[in-house]
């Protein structure tokens, strides 16, 4: 196999995997379970979202997460990130001291306007005020529903393209693909991405995989011997869009940390702090989840 030496993880279950919950998760038990992540040392978590309450209840306390995050950990305050839908959102996020973003679009015509409210175009339009209003922030850009959508199926690649053509001309800093209801598979993952790359060849693709079919640590594998090495998870499995109907949750961190380090592919995180948050998401939040290594004697578990 050809695989790199290290990957990049980007922890979203503090906005992915809790956004999922129906019963509202009290702020401190959020920020514990935070505050334990950035223990582990993840470099990158996306620790909640700037939307309407009356669309996602889970998420009205982002601003009293983000500023007890930014006040306590000041030195660390570029791994944070919060993911917003549109030009209210982003507003929030940067008055609430955020400059990092991530912005959702999705390919299929049908999810976008489900998921925000928009068509495809608007949502466009707002991703440029964006970047106009807010020329400092960092803005990735996720591609929604690349490789299937609830409603309208397949997805050609033309739209694929297509989207990520625009958010070129408008200048985002950071591309991730998603797999929003997890129905990949690895050669559909090659074809894509091999297509992607060819016709983008300078953008260092992310990808946001789900595992709803059982097949999201296979599909990381078919991307990493592509050159692909940031990955979107969270942990204890936890997630699932609200509005993409049968879409599970998320591939589980410290699944796919295990994963990894057993194949020679660093993380840089510690495993070990990752489980310890397990008890806590299994007592307090989700008692069944879809993680293997939260089933796991993990004194088994291979570790160098």
């Known amino acids: 196999m050809n695989l790199p030496m290290k990957a990049t993880i980007v922890e979203v279950g503090p906005r992915d995997g809790f956004q999922s919950i129906k019963e509202f998760i009290p702020t401190p038990l959020k920020l514990q379970i935070i505050e334990k992540l950035i223990e582990a040392n993840f470099k990158k978590i996306e620790i909640t979202s700037f939307v309407s309450p009356k669309a996602i209840p889970q998420m009205k306390d982002a601003k009293e997460v983000v500023a007890h995050l930014l006040e306590n950990y000041s030195d660390k305050k570029d791994i944070f990130h919060a993911l917003v839908p549109n030009l209210y959102g982003a ?3 940067y008055e609430a001291g955020l400059r990092e973003i991530t912005y959702v679009i999705s390919t299929s015509v049908s999810h976008n306007q489900a998921n925000v409210r928009r068509s495809r175009e608007e949502s466009f339009d707002e991703l440029k005020e964006i970047k106009d209003i807010f020329p400092e922030m960092k803005v990735k850009f996720a591609v929604a529903t690349v490789f299937g959508c609830p409603y309208e199926g397949d997805i050609k690649i033309e739209e694929v393209k297509w989207m990520i053509q625009n958010g070129l001309d ?3 800093d950071e591309f991730c693909l998603a797999d ?3 129905v990949a598979n690895p050669l559909q993952i090659e074809r894509v991405l091999s297509e992607l790359k060819a016709d983008f060849s300078d953008i260092d693709f992310s990808l946001h995989l789900h595992d709803t079919r059982g097949m999201g640590l296979a599909n990381v594998l078919s991307a990493l011997q592509l050159g692909i090495t940031k990955f979107e998870s969270a942990t204890g499995g936890l997630g699932g869009c609200p509005f993409a109907p049968g879409a599970a949750g998320n591939i589980a961190s410290e699944d796919l940390i295990n994963m990894l380090e057993n194949m020679g592919v660093k993380t840089g995180i510690d495993l070990d ?3 310890s948050v397990i008890p806590i998401i299994k007592k307090e939040i989700k008692p069944v989840l879809t ?6 004697d993990t004194t088994c578990v291979v570790k160098e």
């Not at 993680?291 to 796991?296: G, I, P």
């Open 291 to 296: 993680s293997h290594l939260a089933y796991v």
């Open 180 to 182: 929003t209801i997890g």
């Open 91 to 93: 507003k929030a996020a």
């Open 170 to 172: 408008i200048g985002v």
């Open 273 to 275: 702090k990752v489980l």
